[in-house]
T-cell receptor, first 113, second 114 residues
Framework: GENVEQHPSTLSVQEGDSAVIKCTYS??????FPWYKQELGKGPQLIID?????GEKKDQRIAVTLNKTAKHFSLHITETQPEDSAVYFCAASTNTGGFKTIFGAGTRLFVKA | DVKVTQSSRYLVKRTGEKVFLECVQD?????MFWYRQDPGLGLRLIYF???????EKGDIPEGYSVSREKKERFSLILESASTNQTSMYLC?????????????FGSGTRLTVV
């Protein structure tokens, strides 16, 4: 079946460093790619998203890139801060031939002060 | 601030009980969803609804049912709770066509079935 692979599962960085999380999807009909941040005891929160007609999108310290040919998309966090510590999920979504959103397994990011 | 509110943060129920999980959104969103989240298994879709009184099965609907009598409210029902339904349950909503926009999630209900 269709899936989304997310790497790494755990990532530890020093405060101020950059963090990169990568996802690969299998469904070529996917056209919407959101990223979520989940802090302890809370529901996931949408932090950035990208659509298939765009290659890159940036919002302050967060950026997402998409390579449709390779079916890869990545989350980049620059100048990391301790409050960036959380679990991050990618997802790939389509509504072609029926709705489907598939989530990655998540990346636990630790930012050390 | 837009919100999805789940009625309970923590629930403990006995095996065989009928359990109701309630979710309300204040954003006038068309679509509402129920997911469960388990370590190592990620987020799995149970049911979703794209309109009042409409429902669609997700990937793991067995043992669950849903009700959407009003646009803002989406209820998940465990007909006869079992221990393998112990999990974190997340409600979410989106605007527009299903799959076109990101989710707004509630804070979750952690259900323990004993």
């Amino acid at each position: 079946g269709e899936n989304v692979e997310q790497h790494p599962s755990t990532l530890s960085v020093q405060e101020g460093d950059s963090a990169v999380i990568k996802c690969t999807y299998s469904d070529s009909a996917s056209n919407y790619f959101p990223w979520y941040k989940q802090e302890l005891g809370k529901g996931p929160q949408l932090i950035i998203d990208i659509r298939s007609n765009v290659g890159e999108k940036k919002d302050q310290r967060i950026a997402v890139t998409l390579n449709k040919t390779a079916k890869h998309f990545s989350l980049h966090i620059t100048e990391t801060q301790p409050e960036d510590s959380a679990v991050y999920f990618c997802a790939a979504s389509t509504n072609t031939g029926g709705f489907k959103t598939i989530f990655g397994a998540g990346t636990r990011l630790f930012v050390k002060a | 601030d837009v919100k999805v509110t789940q009625s309970s943060r923590y629930l403990v129920k006995r095996t065989g009980e009928k359990v109701f999980l309630e979710c309300v959104q204040d954003m006038d969103h068309e679509n509402m969803f129920w997911y469960r989240q388990d370590p190592g298994l990620g987020l799995r879709l149970i049911y979703f609804s794209y309109d009042v009184k409409m429902k669609e099965k997700g990937d793991i609907p067995e043992g669950y049912s849903v009700s959407r009598e009003k646009k803002e409210r989406f209820s998940l029902i465990l007909e006869s709770a079992s221990t393998n339904q112990t999990s974190m349950y997340l409600c979410a909503s989106t605007e527009g066509q299903v799959g076109d926009y990101g989710y707004t999630f509630g804070s979750g209900t952690r259900l323990t079935v004993v």
